[in-house]
């Protein structure tokens, strides 16, 4: 069911960040064409500034995307259509979670792919530059592995904990807004401002000195891992909670 769900979630996504990634593909073939015509003219240079733009704008429009897809089936007039379906509410969470991931994967690998159209072409001695820059991050990388392997693991670890620690704070955001009545979307900025005040404030004066205690770096490694399992877990299980108990559909 999951599976069913993701696909008519990544429809939903796909159709509007298809036209987001076929802009910016063709900002960036213009762009490789204009620095290969006139590099130093004023069109070159706005068509580069537009280009970092659309950069922004293919990030952004994925993230949120991934958000509105969450917010309108779930809480809007959608919900009555949605919440009839007869899935559960982890289905539904891990569905639309998995979606925003592999969109917001899309969208980096076509940024990562219009930046090779840039590059294709360009000036032999900038490109051995960036290849110098390349090569020692891979040497440096391999040294890391060489010396102790177990830093790998430990960043791979902090990765996956982290990467859809965003997306679940944006869901529990928008979970707690929608149980107003009223002014939901002012809510949401609300709360959203209030989680951003208090994850500052204890990481200012609670995270950053308990590790700063920790002199072995394996441990501070472990300790962020742990503290990014727990705020994932901690915001799913409040979103399903509301979910299963506390929906609000008036709107």
Not at 26 to 48: E, K, Y
Not at 120 to 149: K, M, N, R
Not at 155 to 170: D, E, G, H, Q, S
């Given at each position: ?168 704070m944006f869901y529990l955001i928008l979970s707690l807004a929608q149980l107003c009545t009223r002014h939901r979307i002012g809510m949401a900025f609300v709360i959203g401002f209030a989680f951003s005040m208090g994850l500052s404030i204890i990481n200012t004066c609670v995270l950053m000195p308990l590790l700063d205690l920790i002199s072995v770096l394996h441990i ?32």
């Amino acid at each position: 069911m999951v599976g069913k769900l993701m696909k008519h979630e990544l429809y939903a996504i796909g159709r509007v960040l298809i036209f987001f990634a076929i802009a910016l593909l063709g900002l960036a073939v213009l762009l490789r064409i204009m620095f290969a015509v006139a590099p130093n003219s004023t069109f070159s240079v706005m068509i580069l500034l537009f280009y970092v733009y659309g950069l922004l704008a293919m990030l952004i429009a994925a993230f949120w995307l991934a958000i509105v897809r969450f917010y309108r089936p779930l809480f809007t007039g959608e919900g009555y259509l949605t919440l009839s379906m007869p899935v559960s509410a982890d289905q539904l969470i891990w569905s639309k979670l998995f979606s925003a991931l592999i969109a917001e994967a899309f969208a980096v690998v076509v940024c990562v792919l219009s930046g090779c159209i840039f590059l294709i072409g360009l000036d032999g001695e900038i490109l051995q530059q960036l290849w110098v820059v390349v090569s020692e991050l891979f040497t440096q990388l391999g040294f890391i592995v060489q010396y102790d392997p177990l830093y790998i693991v430990e960043f791979v670890c902090l990765f996956i904990a982290a990467l859809p620690m965003n997306l679940l704070m944006f869901y529990l955001i928008l979970s707690l807004a929608q149980l107003c009545t009223r002014h939901r979307i002012g809510m949401a900025f609300v709360i959203g401002f209030a989680f951003s005040m208090g994850l500052s404030i204890i990481n200012t004066c609670v995270l950053m000195p308990l590790l700063d205690l920790i002199s072995v770096l394996h441990i501070a490694l472990w300790v962020w891992i742990a503290l990014y399992l727990i705020a994932d877990v901690a915001c799913f299980l409040l979103v399903r909670y509301i979910l299963r108990n506390k929906v609000n559909l008036i709107v």
